[in-house]
């Protein structure tokens, strides 16, 4: 087998070597996720794959509240003419059933989106709780997390919240998070933290992540001080250059990959509000390779359908899809030469 250039999670990167995640990984969680976690790890440099994908990405909604200045549907105009909508919660079952029936062991909610939207949301992830999946997650911005729904989506089971806030001084978040309050939103993450302690649950686990721009870059520091004291990670994230103007020097520094294969068609499938399946996160932005769930069902898609895109990657005839050539998975940021913990 060829020697391939595959990260995993690149682009992520954390400052405490030993965090809360890694305690609860450690200590709490089941023998069934710590599989799942090492496979995650290895699967994708050793072209590994699954019977079904290891992590469903879910856009419960194809709207969110705020238009921050750096998200790509903010910046490409992704969803700019598109109606509110929510998944179907049929639609949306049939899906989690379907991973299940894979052996599927993670489902995360929210890529361009903002799940909390969704009415259905707590009820969402008491679905994929009842299920059986190790791992329950969702990407928010947390400008709604009340206390109801706080309480709620505890009860119901949520393993991770990851909440994106990307600077610690209020001026520059709520320049970046157009939309957002930067006390209300610190103050819903530090309520979910103590309701969840008041009720003796280890879940679920605060991430807080920045996305490193020109205009944080002085901030970190203040960041890494602020969120220390009740976030459970604190991660740092690499900006993808859907506006040069925005990102941060060192992360536009590059170098390309040699004889490089995209970790996520070995790891992940991505579905939209309307079930349209695409290979990773990019694809839901460039649209190049879309299967329509109802259509062709997870097994067909993952086994078939994006086994293209791999070979593409065996072939070493990647560049020659558009998609593929225009993702910075493809190359190494010289501010970021290890994989990230998430």
């Known amino acids: 087998m060829n020697d391939y250039s595959v990260f995993v999670n690149r682009g992520f990167t954390t400052v405490d070597e030993y ?16 599989e799942y976690r090492r496979k995650w790890a290895e699967n994708p440099k050793k072209l590994i794959l699954e019977e079904g994908p290891l992590h469903i990405d879910i856009d419960p909604t194809n709207f969110c509240n705020l238009k921050c200045k750096m998200c790509p549907r903010v910046v490409t105009k992704t969803h700019e003419n598109e109606k509110l909508s929510y998944m179907d919660f049929d639609l949306f079952k049939d899906i989690v059933n379907q991973a299940k029936a894979l052996r599927v062991p993670s489902i995360k909610f929210g890529i361009l989106t903002e799940p909390l939207v969704h009415p259905q949301f707590v009820e969402m992830i008491q679905y994929v709780k009842k299920t059986g999946f190790e791992d329950i997650g969702v990407v928010t911005n947390a400008t709604l997390l009340n206390e109801d729904l706080a309480k709620g989506l505890i009860e119901a089971g949520l393993v991770k919240i990851n909440v994106s806030f990307d600077s610690p001084v209020k001026e520059t978040y709520e320049s970046i ?30 991430r807080v992540t920045m996305v490193k721009m020109k205009e944080n870059k002085p901030e970190r520091q203040l960041f890494y001080d602020l969120f220390k004291p009740f976030a459970d990670r604190i991660a740092f994230l690499d900006y993808e250059e859907y506006d040069d103007a925005l990102a941060d020097s060192t992360v536009l520094d590059y170098e390309e990959f040699d004889n490089y294969a995209c970790s996520e068609l070995w790891l992940r499938l ?16 460039y649209r190049d390779f879309a299967w329509d769930f109802k259509r062709f069902g997870m097994k067909a898609i993952w086994q078939d359908k994006v086994e293209v895109l791999r070979d593409a990657f065996s072939n070493n005839t990647w560049k020659q899809i558009p998609m593929c050539k225009k993702c910075l998975s493809r190359i190494k940021s010289l501010s970021t030469l290890d994989d990230g913990k998430v």
């Open 270 to 285: 991505t579905i939209d509000s309307k079930g349209m399946v695409y290979p990773c996160c990019s694809g839901t932005i």
């Open 177 to 206: 998070r157009i939309g957002a309050s930067f006390e209300k939103t610190i103050a819903n993450m530090k309520r979910l933290i103590e309701i969840r302690n008041n009720m003796n649950s280890p879940t679920p686990l605060l």
């Open 19 to 34: 965090d809360n995640i890694s305690r609860y990984e450690e200590n709490i969680a089941s023998d069934a996720y710590r």
